[in-house]
Structure formats: C-alpha cells, structure tokens
C-alpha cells in the first residue's frame, strides 16, 4: 500500500512539472535536449569550438534561436573536452573556466530564445574562445 501511494505521489509531482506539463503560466514546455557527441582530444574539441562559432554566428543572424540553442550543446561538449584533457595546465585552468560560463551563459539564453541576452553572452563566449585559443 505505502510503494502504491509512493508510486502515485511521484506520478502526480512529475505530471504536475513544468518540464512535462503541456505549458504553464511561463510559456509553452518546449526546452528539448540534444544529445551531441563529446570531441576526443583537444585538438579536436579546438576544431569544433571554431567551426560551431561561426555556425552560431550565422544562425544568430538568421534569428534561429533553437538551432542556436542545439549548438550550444556541441560547444559545452568541446568546453567539457578541454576542462577535462591533459592539456588543461594551471596555466590554461582559469581561461577554461571562463569559457565554460559563458558557453552556459548562451546555453540558458538560447534556450528561453532571449535574442538579445542571446546575442550578449554569445559575443562574450566568442573572446572567451578566442582567448582559450590562443593558450594552445
């Protein structure tokens, strides 16, 4: 009886959720999820940071929130990647960490379609690569 009553509470308190519900006062339930693919090495996590920098760029001004939003996970991946290498010296640590807040700075506004707070952590996350690049 108390794993029935168990199994219905928590039935009741995920229907009842925003990330499951149909919208609520806030807007429509509409955030997705992408599943990307972590780069192997640095190098290769360097390579994608630039090529999806300037995809975002483009998408940017084509005003395609969500497709900027789906990049955004490819560009936490390659952060990740760098965070986590050998490569990743004390020298290179705090220009990481930058650059991991503010690939999540354009995650959470690409993902609320927020164009112009969009656009702000974009260009700041833009430097930010441009700066970890150069470390390498």
């Known amino acids: 009886m108390l794993l029935r009553l168990l199994f219905l509470s928590l039935f009741v308190l995920t229907a009842a959720s925003p990330a499951f519900s149909e919208g609520n006062e806030y807007g429509p339930a509409r955030i997705k999820h992408y599943a990307v ?39 936490e991946a390659a952060v990740q990647e760098l ?41 700041e996350f833009a430097k930010d690569a441009e700066t970890v690049s150069a470390l390498y």
């Open 83 to 123: 965070r986590d290498a050998p490569e990743a010296t004390d020298a290179r640590k705090p220009a990481l960490k930058t650059l991991a807040h503010s690939v999540h700075e354009l995650h959470e506004a690409s993902e609320d379609h927020k164009a112009e707070a969009t656009k702000k952590a974009f260009a």
């Open 37 to 75: 693919e972590k780069p192997r090495t640095s190098q290769d996590a360097l390579a994608v940071i630039a090529k999806t920098t300037q995809d975002v760029a483009a998408l940017i001004a084509a005003e395609k929130w969500e497709a900027v939003h789906e990049a955004s996970y490819t560009l």
